[in-house]
């Protein structure tokens, strides 16, 4: 049994696992930041430091467990913004410690990538997995349970990042990635022809810089009221373009490699266009519930789960690192 713990952004969550069950799973997502457009990091440590402990005793008090039948406490100790990460390390490693159990720092990327077990539990790989989230556009070869090639990524956006700066663009709020899924269902999304940037031929790296300067031209050249009333449009053409983006390289992918079992992971995979698109296309392509995609510290345990399993276990030194990377192999 796993206590996981979970706050690199702006989502506070506690979690008790068992191998890839999740007994509980408290997510808390922060709304200070909604008036700012985008995660304020100072705002974001304070609430992590205000609700850990609290998140902690309920979710103990839920599951009817106490501290001492627990085997390890897991807790993501990068990327992400240094000062939430260093909330989250602190408070593990003085659990670790007060109740003497072993403590297994977990690569927030790592997390997302061991998410969809929790669905589907006998997954394996190899697969192809593609994290797609507001900090991260990541298409990965797993290999095999801690052995990763990058495939390709995002030269500047993350995906999630893409779609919050042009939901803000079009007055639709923040986050945005959930605005614009919902009005795009009304709108036609053939209404703007944007253009897939090449990249490298043959790369399988992504872009979103192009796409979002685009839509930003066509709202500062047209007159106010045309944007409103094609809002629905625009959001639509976006969401298709960048849907087709994702879809292509994973396309490429499984054609390179062989492997033809997919998995979308992170925020942007709860795109309901997405979801359409990449069923239609893969035979084998999963994803998380929606409870799942989102930061949470349920796929915090069930990495370490497989991490421990592996003989792998951290010092009470570890340090918080807001550029971790995964490590890849060739
Ligand atoms: O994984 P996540 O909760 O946090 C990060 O690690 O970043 O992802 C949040 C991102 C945000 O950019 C949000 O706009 C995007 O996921 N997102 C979506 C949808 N729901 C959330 N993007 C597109 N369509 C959605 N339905
Ligand atoms: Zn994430």
């Known amino acids: 049994m796993i206590l996981a713990f979970e706050t690199s952004c702006d989502e506070t969550s506690v979690a008790l696992t068992e191998g890839t069950r999740v007994i509980v799973n408290l997510t808390r997502s922060q709304m200070v930041h909604s008036e700012f457009g985008g995660v304020v990091p100072e705002l974001a440590a304070r609430e992590h430091i205000r609700y850990i402990k609290p998140m902690t005793d309920r979710a103990l008090r839920e599951a009817g467990i106490s501290l001492h039948e627990i085997d390890a406490v897991a807790v993501t100790y990068g990327p992400g913004l240094a000062s939430s990460l260093m909330v989250g390390l602190v408070f593990a490693k003085t659990v670790a410690q007060l109740s003497r159990k ?13 998410s969809p077990l929790i669905d589907f539990p006998h997954l394996r ?28 990524e995002t030269l500047d956006d993350a995906a999630g990042e893409a779609f919050d700066k042009v939901a803000r663009l079009l007055g639709l709020g923040y986050p945005g990635g959930p605005r614009i899924d919902r009005i795009a269902r009304k709108g036609d999304p053939h209404f703007v022809k944007f253009t897939i940037p090449r990249i490298k031929r043959g790369g399988l790296d992504f872009s979103f810089s192009g796409i979002k ?12 009221d045309w944007v409103e009333r094609h809002r629905a449009d625009i959001a639509a053409s976006f969401q298709e373009t960048v849907v087709r983006m994702l879809l292509q390289n994973v396309k490429k992918a499984t054609r390179m490699t062989g492997i033809k079992r997919v998995a979308v992971v992170g ?50 030194t570890l340090p918080a690192v807001a550029n971790l990377e995964l490590e890849y192999e060739n």
């Open 213 to 224: 300067t685009a839509v930003r031209l066509l709202v500062e050249k047209n007159p106010p």
């Open 102 to 114: 072993r403590l297994v720092g977990v690569n927030h990327l790592e997390g997302h990538i061991f």
């Open 125 to 152: 790989p190899p697969m192809i997995t593609l994290i797609v989230s507001g900090g991260h556009t990541e298409l990965i070869l797993v290999k095999d349970w801690f052995r990763y090639r990058l495939l390709g």
């Open 267 to 316: 925020g942007v995979s709860l795109n309901s266009r997405l979801r359409e698109v990449f069923r239609e296309e893969f035979e084998e392509v999963y994803f998380p519930s929606k409870e799942y995609c989102m930061d949470n510290a349920a796929m915090i345990g069930v990495a370490a789960h497989f991490r421990l399993q592996a003989g792998f276990e951290s010092p009470l």
